[in-house]
């Protein structure tokens, strides 16, 4: 038998390497075992360099849009892709560098590179080495899911990894995909000078919104030129010269469209079907998912599942949730549940969205009577004084307790001030304190209370 540990942690995403500082402060000897990059998707391949690279696309519109605030450039706003991409590397990388010195500084934890298998539920192999914990957690996330599209195995594409080596502008961008991911790429790519269309099988875009955000956000990405082709019930691919051609079948419009590039973006599997889960016993679902407790607990005792991989989040802040939870019942004694928390996500196209709570189909679901207010951003002063006015603010309340249910803020910082609602709802304060609240001036949240005095009945 290997070296003992008290805890082996798989993964450096953002629920490993933070529950290793927590265990290894607590005294515990730890393990933390990473087979490719640390700091995993969102430092690597997710939300740091895609944020990175909106803010480039960001700044490139803004200095096409002088006009409008009363400035010129002479000559044409050219982007170079080469210095957008050492930008985002740059930014990226200095994450994943200090994630790993995080890492081998701390006191009490072994970080052991190399792809982690279970032998048995107490034992891990990471190469030629067998590892024995009393405690094991797997935080070992998820990868860009390649569907069995016809003819995809023929075709160049790209994900959201290699979409990161990308240091030119491609002629003409193809995204499959219009969720969250893809929509992200598609305004950016089209910012930096990209032909950009977003093939979406469904027949409306991030088809888990409400319809009037999934309407608004359409009409922000075809203002800009994105081509948006719904309703793509049978998509193929293939070559056609230089190009690649993707057939449609939509309802409307041509039945299939060509481009330069193809990205894929069509969700997330998870990290689970070379772990030899069969081996400890712990069980999965039918997508792969570890199936877990409300305390991320899996079914094998002394093992927990963290992150994207146990399908009850798919977002960094839902990981770094499930660390504190983790580490809160282990070692304070608490008995934090997923449950207890609300669901929340941006999407950080230009204006972004900011969600809270539940859409108008769960409340529709729930059966609650609701009352619900909207409120253009063309109404709000900070946003006009911005020049940024697309969007719309949309909040739920229950008619009864008068509590929160949910929001979506589509508009300038629609990602930030949603948190002034997030914050009411946990601490279950009627939406009343907002309405009473006195908000700084200019700003998108002095305007709750004018949405908030606006409510109507939801209609079901
Ligand atoms: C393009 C894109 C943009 C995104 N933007 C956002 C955003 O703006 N906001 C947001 O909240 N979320 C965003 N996300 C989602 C977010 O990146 C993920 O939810 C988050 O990174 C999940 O973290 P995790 O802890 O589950 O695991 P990951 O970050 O995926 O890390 C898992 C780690 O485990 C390692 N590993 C896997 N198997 C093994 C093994 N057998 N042995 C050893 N190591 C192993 C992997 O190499 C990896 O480093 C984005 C995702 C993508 C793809």
Known sequence: MGQKFDAIIIGTGQAGPSLAERLSGAGMSVAIIERHKFGGTCVNTGCIPTKTLVASAYAAHIATRGADYGFSIDG??????????????????????????????????????????????????????????????????????????????????????????????????????????????????????????????????????????SDAVREILEAEGVTIRLNSKCISVSTRGESIAVGLDCQDGAKDVSGSHLLLAVGRVPNTADLGLDKAGITKDDRGYITVNDELQTNVAGIWALGDCNGRGAFTHTSYNDFEIVADNLLNGDHRRVSDRIQTYGLFIDPPLGRCGMTDADIRKSGRRALVAKYPMKRVSRAVEKGETQGFMKIAVDAETKQILGAAILGTAGDEVIHVLLDVMYAKAPYTVVQRAMHIHPTVAEFFPTVLSKLQPFNN
């Open 76 to 213: 044409e706003v050219r982007v170079d892709m080469k210095r957008v991409k050492a930008r985002k590397d740059e930014i990226s990388g200095r994450s994943n560098k200090s994630v790993e010195s995080w890492l081998r500084g701390l006191k009490n934890c072994t970080v052991i590179q190399g792809h982690a298998r279970f032998e048995s539920a107490r034992t891990i192999r990471v190469n030629d080495d067998v590892l024995e914990g009393d405690k094991i957690f797997i935080n070992v996330g998820g990868r860009a899911a390649v569907p069995p599209i016809d003819g995809v195995n023929d075709v160049p594409f790209l994900t959201n990894s290699s979409m990161m080596d990308v240091d030119f502008i491609p002629k003409h961008l193809i995204i499959i995909g219009g969720s969250y991911v893809g929509l992200e790429f598609a305004q950016m790519y089209r910012r930096f000078g990209s032909q950009v269309t977003v093939v979406e099988m469904g027949p409306r875009l991030i088809s888990r919104e409400d319809e009037d955000v």
